[in-house]
Every structure is written in C-alpha cells, then in structure tokens.
Nanobody, 119 residues
Framework: QVQLVESGGGAVQAGGSLRLSCTAS????????MGWFRQAPGKERELVAA????????LYEGFVKGRFTISIDNAANTVSLQMNSLEPEDTGVYYC????????????WGQGTQVTVSS
C-alpha cells in the first residue's frame, strides 16, 4: 500500500502558474511511475502527465502543449507538476497517482487538490 499526500493547488487567473507536489510513503518498490490525473466537473478523469522514478521516461497528454512540467525527487519521494500559462479549461481536481508502469495500471491515488483558473 502506498500513501500519497498532495499539496499546492488553488485559484489563479488565466495565464497564471501553480505548482502541485505529492509525497509518497509506504512500499513503492513495485511502483514504476508516478503521475497526475485531473477531473473537470462532469467529465471523466484524464491523465495529465507521468514520469518514471528514474526520470528517464516522461509522458504528457496533448493538451499540456509545453505548459506543464513534471519532475521527480527520488530522495524526497516527491513528484511535482509545474503548471504555467494556465487556462480556464485546466480547472478541475488534480490527483496524484502511483502506477505499475508509465503506461500501465495506476493503483494508488491521493485525495485530490482543487485547481481553479478564472478568465
């Protein structure tokens, strides 16, 4: 079992920036990757970005368009998501997740943190 605790998030105006962080605890030995998903009101949860613990493999969804950067700190067991040039469409609850592979099954989830972008 892996526990994930998120921090960051909040409310900003369009064009602004936010940084999300997530610290993992517990047995992460078989968790190959960490990632961020988001869920907007009335929509399904979708992948935003993911990264392997080594940092050698990174995945971004197309809507990120170079605006977000995912990074990982192995020493601190922390994954971060720097979000720049935020748009109202980025509004939603952002969830940290740990998975069995960067494109595999994500099995552990944080409680979610709200991101609100106003126009």
């Amino acid at each position: 079992q892996v526990q994930l605790v998120e921090s960051g998030g909040g409310a900003v105006q369009a064009g602004g920036s936010l940084r999300l962080s997530c610290t993992a605890s517990g047995d992460t030995s078989d968790r190959e990757a960490m990632g961020w998903f988001r869920q907007a009101p009335g929509k399904e949860r979708e992948l935003v970005a993911a990264i392997t613990w080594s940092g050698n493999d990174v995945l971004y969804e197309g809507f990120v368009k170079g605006r977000f950067t995912i990074s990982i700190d192995n020493a601190a067991n922390t994954v971060s998501l720097q979000m720049n040039s935020l748009e109202p469409e980025d509004t939603g609850v952002y969830y940290c997740t740990a998975g069995l592979g960067i494109r595999g099954e994500y099995v552990d989830w944080g409680q979610g943190t709200q991101v609100t972008v106003s126009s």
